[in-house]
């Protein structure tokens, strides 16, 4: 089984050492994705969750097309709050927005005690290519 490991041309570095993504088999595994300004990295993460879920889903469907795939070849999602009480409710709103009815993958959703840069929300998932597909 082949493995590829994905540093996208044009990204930013990760937060953590850690590839973009990893490639085995046409499966997918994207790393943590914040909500931060990929063309401004370094620049203060937006404030509340509705912002930065806004841009980590945004940051997510960038990262997919980088690899030559849609938002509709998610399978499985993590999301990761700080706040998760407080924050949750206005998450899925956003959420939903990104994966209408139909093309949802499954979620997991988790409270954590911190996130890297003081984020509120981190998204990470996995996505399946078709066989037909061929890698970037």
Do not use: K
Request: with cysteine; hydrophobic share 45%; glycine share 8%.
């Amino acid at each position: 089984m082949a493995i590829t490991r994905h540093t996208i041309a044009g990204f930013p570095p990760t937060i953590s050492p850690a590839s973009h993504a990893v490639e085995a088999d046409g499966w997918v595994h994207l790393t943590g994705i914040l909500g931060r300004d990929l063309q401004d990295p370094e620049a203060p993460l937006p404030e509340g969750i509705a912002a930065q879920t806004a841009l980590a889903l945004a940051n997510l469907r960038t990262t997919l097309e980088a690899l030559g795939l849609g938002m509709d070849r998610m399978v499985s999602v993590r999301a990761y709050l700080t706040a998760f009480e407080r924050d949750y409710a206005a998450m899925n709103a956003i959420y939903a927005e990104a994966f209408p009815p139909g093309t949802r993958p499954t979620r997991t959703c988790v409270g954590v005690t911190a996130l890297a840069r003081g984020a509120l929300i981190e998204i990470d998932g996995i996505a399946r290519r078709q066989p037909t597909e061929t890698r970037v």
